[in-house]
């Protein structure tokens, strides 16, 4: 069996989810997922998402499973939130699987052949790249789209469309968020659109972002016919995700959300635009980007 766990936003969810299932599918083993660490962050989501947004129907873990994977002890919330910790690596037991580091592991199969616990966030297309057609059809959204956003969908679907967005929120109130991402700047907008605008031609633009305010102010004004998205909020955020991977071509964000919008459109001639500069830490994503991505 392999038990993933799952907290954070839609888009991480989606990492997490998509690793454990190409993983399952691989190793012929059960997947189920454990929910019960989202109370130990504080950090505000709308917890599990995935199967209210996608037409999934996931296979929750219990107590017991969790125990007989990993022991009574490991099972705790808390201990797994500590056991993050390197100094306490010798403890975590086989398996008891942390992600080791931000870039592709190619051990990870290999570690879990008999099954494991996963816990870390696994961005990276390449866990999962083997079995892009399954995991497109899981993640098909649950509901059509409805009102303002199916006259949005016939907008796109009907001209040479790209998608840009801004992820600004937690990045820019939070202080100790900030330092981590950072945000993209203006310049990174103007050049993405310019390189699209030198390969392509008759773009509509279709800005999508927690701060149109920000897009209206700064993006508006330099692309006078840009449509911006701003309707779609709270709990609604997800349509955002799936009107983006209608459009032809991305900009994206240093964001798990946008990375999803454009990967999830299947077109292998689309063109995709991410920034160089994920972590305002520095830390190596070097295996986040698909090769055939373009990074500025």
């Known amino acids: ?13 989606m990492f997490q989810y998509a690793c454990a299932r190409a993983l399952a599918l691989e190793l012929h083993l059960p997947l189920k997922v454990m929910l019960d660490m989202f109370g130990v962050y504080n950090i505000f989501h709308y917890g599990l998402e995935l199967e209210r947004v996608f037409r999934l129907d996931i296979d929750m873990a219990s107590r ?3 125990r007989e994977m990993i022991g009574a002890l490991h099972a705790k919330p808390l201990v797994r939130k500590l056991l ?11 398996n008891f699987v942390l992600e080791p580091h931000y870039r592709y592991w190619d051990g ?3 570690r879990v052949r008999n099954g494991g616990y996963l816990q870390g966030y696994w961005q990276s297309e390449r866990y999962f790249v083997n079995h892009a057609a399954t995991l497109r059809k899981d993640f098909t959204f649950r509901h059509a789209p409805s009102g303002r956003n199916a006259e949005l969908q016939n907008e796109i679907l009907g001209c040479n469309s790209v998608s840009i967005h801004v992820r600004r929120g937690d990045y820019v109130s939070d202080a100790k968020t900030h330092v981590m991402h950072g945000t993209c700047l203006p310049d990174y907008y103007f050049n993405a659109v310019d390189l699209l605008q030198q390969r ?9 972002s927690d701060e149109p305010e920000w897009v209206a102010a700064v993006l508006k004004p330099r692309y006078p016919e840009i449509v911006v998205v701003d309707h779609n909020q709270g709990d609604d955020s997800y349509n955002d995700m799936r009107l983006m991977s ?8 240093n964001s798990s959300f946008s990375w999803w919008g454009a990967w999830l459109n299947p077109d292998p ?5 991410a920034p160089r500069t994920w972590f305002a830490t520095g830390t190596d994503t070097t295996d986040l980007i698909p090769h055939t991505w373009i990074r500025i």
Do not use: D, P, W, Y
Not at 84 to 94: E, N, P, S, T
Not at 200 to 208: I, M, V
Not at 269 to 273: N, R, S, T, Y
């Open 64 to 66: 017991s499973e969790l």
């Open 246 to 253: 209608l459009c032809r071509h991305h900009v994206i964000a």
């Open 269 to 273: 001639g689309k063109i995709v635009i």
């Open 84 to 94: 993050v910790v390197k100094a306490l690596a010798i403890f975590r037991g086989r």
């Open 1 to 13: 069996m392999i038990i993933t766990n799952i907290v954070g936003g839609l888009g991480n969810q």
């Open 200 to 208: 392509l031609s008759e773009l509509r633009l279709f800005a999508f």
């Open 108 to 110: 990870l199969a290999a």
